[in-house]
T-cell receptor, first 114, second 113 residues
Framework: DTAVSQTPKYLVTQMGNDKSIKCEQN?????MYWYKQDSKKFLKIMFS???????INETVPNRFSPKSPDKAHLNLHINSLELGDSAVYFC?????????????FGQGTRLTVV | AQSVSQHNHHVILSEAASLELGCNYS??????LFWYVQYPGQHLQLLLK??????LVKGIKGFEAEFIKSKFSFNLRKPSVQWSDTAEYFC???????????FGQGTTLQVKP
C-alpha cells in the first residue's frame, strides 16, 4: 500500500491556468507538508498543516493555496500558473508529537508550465 | 538563518570505492538529522536518521552516518558503493519540534560499473 500518494504524477499546463495537486496519506499522521523541488533539485518547504490547521507558511506567492479537508489529505491549488512554477512538488507527512519524528514523502508531481 | 550545506555537488566513483558525503548545518538548538536518497525519477526515501544517543547511526543499504555535534556535521559514509547507489543524496535537519525540514542542496552520486 502506498503510504503517501499524490496525483497526478505529471502535469503539463499553459500559463495562466489554475491547477490542483492532491495528496493523501494512510499512515495515521496528523501533520502534512508541501515541498517544492526546483530545477537544481533544491528542496524547500512551502506549507505545513497539523490537524487541518496551517502551521507553516513560508514565503510563497498567494497564488498557491493549500487546503486540508481532513488530516489525511492536503491539496495544493495554484492559480494563474507562471513559467517559474515549473518544478516537482512533493507532499510529505509525519507525526507531530515529540521531537523524534520522521517525514514520509510522496512520489512527487512534476509540474511543467508552458 | 538556519541552513544546511552539502560540500560535494557531484561525485563520481567506481564500484567498490568508498563514499563520504559531507553535511554541515547551522543551528544551535536541538536538531534531528536525516539523509534521504532520491533515485532517478523516484520520490525521496529515508536512508538513515539521528535523533539522540549513539552518534554513529546505521541505515539501509549499508550506509552509515556520524553526528559530530562540535562540528555541526552529519557525514554520510559507505565502505563500498554499487552501481545501484547512483542517485541524489540530501541531508536534512529538522529543527526542534516544528516538523520543518531544511534540506541541503543535494549531492549527485554517479557510480560507474
Amino acid at each position: 500500500d502506498t503510504a503517501v500518494s499524490q496525483t497526478p504524477k505529471y502535469l503539463v499546463t499553459q500559463m495562466g491556468n489554475d491547477k490542483s495537486i492532491k495528496c493523501e496519506q494512510n499512515l495515521g499522521h496528523d501533520t502534512m507538508y508541501w515541498y517544492k523541488q526546483d530545477s537544481k533539485k533544491f528542496l524547500k518547504i512551502m506549507f505545513s498543516y497539523n490537524n487541518k490547521e496551517l502551521i507553516i507558511n513560508e514565503t510563497v506567492p498567494n497564488r498557491f493555496s493549500p487546503k486540508s479537508p481532513d488530516k489525511a489529505h492536503l491539496n495544493l491549488h495554484i492559480n494563474s500558473l507562471e513559467l517559474g512554477d515549473s518544478a516537482v512538488y512533493f507532499c510529505a507527512s509525519s507525526h507531530s508529537d515529540g521531537v523524534n519524528t520522521e517525514a514520509f514523502f510522496g512520489q512527487g508531481t512534476r509540474l511543467t508550465v508552458v | 538563518a538556519q541552513s544546511v550545506s552539502q560540500h560535494n555537488h557531484h561525485v563520481i566513483l567506481s564500484e567498490a570505492a568508498s563514499l563520504e558525503l559531507g553535511c554541515n548545518y547551522s543551528y544551535g538548538g536541538t536538531v534531528n538529522l536525516f539523509w534521504y536518497v532520491q533515485y532517478p525519477g523516484q520520490h525521496l526515501q529515508l536512508l538513515l536518521k539521528y535523533f539522540s544517543g549513539d552518534p554513529l547511526v546505521k541505515g539501509i543499504k549499508g550506509f552509515e552516518a556520524e553526528f559530530i555535534k562540535s562540528k555541526f556535521s552529519f557525514n554520510l559514509r559507505k565502505p563500498s558503493v554499487q552501481w545501484s547507489d547512483t542517485a541524489e543524496y540530501f541531508c536534512a535537519v529538522k529543527l526542534g519540534n516544528t516538523g520543518k525540514l531544511i534540506f541541503g542542496q543535494g549531492t549527485t552520486l554517479q557510480v560507474k560499473p
